[in-house]
């Protein structure tokens, strides 16, 4: 019931394209879905985040799509860059604690 | 505005020893979270201080490991009689009133 399952593990996505994570939970009490960028050294950074009453956000190049039907969410990278390849973790957590998925190291080539 | 600071950066022990780890959360932040993050396990939950409620415990995964947060504001982690599989990174967030949470950079942990 506290798992958050990530995919893929790693991605690799040319400049300009666009990077897909796929998050699925189990939990449907979660009310809070964060996705974090971690660059390599540095602690995690909140990049967007969503709750279940809302399908679809964006912020900017980046957009999470949710499924509160199948239980999953997903983050789309949009016109992917160099500097965007980082670690990626989608989370979700209830009122406190997050539960992280295993992360995706996303490279992105020029 | 500062964010979460975490001290020390590098920490070398000898197993068996005791060690304690430091967070400075963000001025005014009522939430203070532990995780750890290991190549093998991901990015795990330790413990939760919201406020001036008894914390939330339920993932430090051995009674070695402990945690207190004085006034409110600093909390120190301790892990005594360090074990090999205790090396990783330990993350410390804290919390405003909104979901968000704001990580430090963590304190790198290796057993000897």
């Known amino acids: 019931q506290q798992q958050v399952k990530q995919s893929p593990q790693s991605l690799i996505v040319q400049k300009g394209g666009i990077s897909i994570i796929n998050c699925a939970y189990e939990?449907?009490?979660?009310?809070?879905f964060p996705w974090y960028q971690q660059f390599p050294g540095k602690g995690p950074a909140l990049l967007i985040a969503i709750r279940p009453d809302v399908s679809e956000k964006k912020e900017g190049r980046f957009t999470i799509s949710f499924n509160k039907s199948a239980k999953q969410f997903s983050l789309h990278i949009m016109d992917s860059q160099p500097g965007d390849s980082a670690t990626y973790f989608c989370?979700?957590?209830?009122?406190?604690?997050?539960?992280f998925g295993q992360g995706t190291e996303l490279s992105v080539k020029p | 505005g500062a964010g979460v600071s975490q001290s020390p950066s590098n920490k070398v022990t000898e197993k068996g020893k005791d060690v304690e780890l430091r967070c400075d959360p963000i001025s005014g932040h009522t939430a203070l979270y532990w995780y750890r993050q290991s190549l093998g396990q991901g990015l795990e939950f330790l413990i939760y201080f919201q406020g001036n409620s008894a914390p939330d415990k339920s993932g430090l995964p051995s009674d070695r490991f402990s945690a207190e947060r004085t006034g409110g504001s600093v909390s120190t982690l301790t892990i005594q009689r360090t074990q090999q599989e205790d090396s990783a990174v330990y993350l410390c967030?804290?919390?405003?009133?909104?979901?968000?949470?704001?990580f430090g950079p963590g304190t790198r942990l290796t057993v000897l």
């Open positions: 967030a804290s919390g405003g009133v909104t979901d968000t949470q704001y």
């Open positions: 939990n449907t009490a979660f009310d809070y």
């Open positions: 989370a979700a957590s209830k009122g406190g604690k997050l539960i």
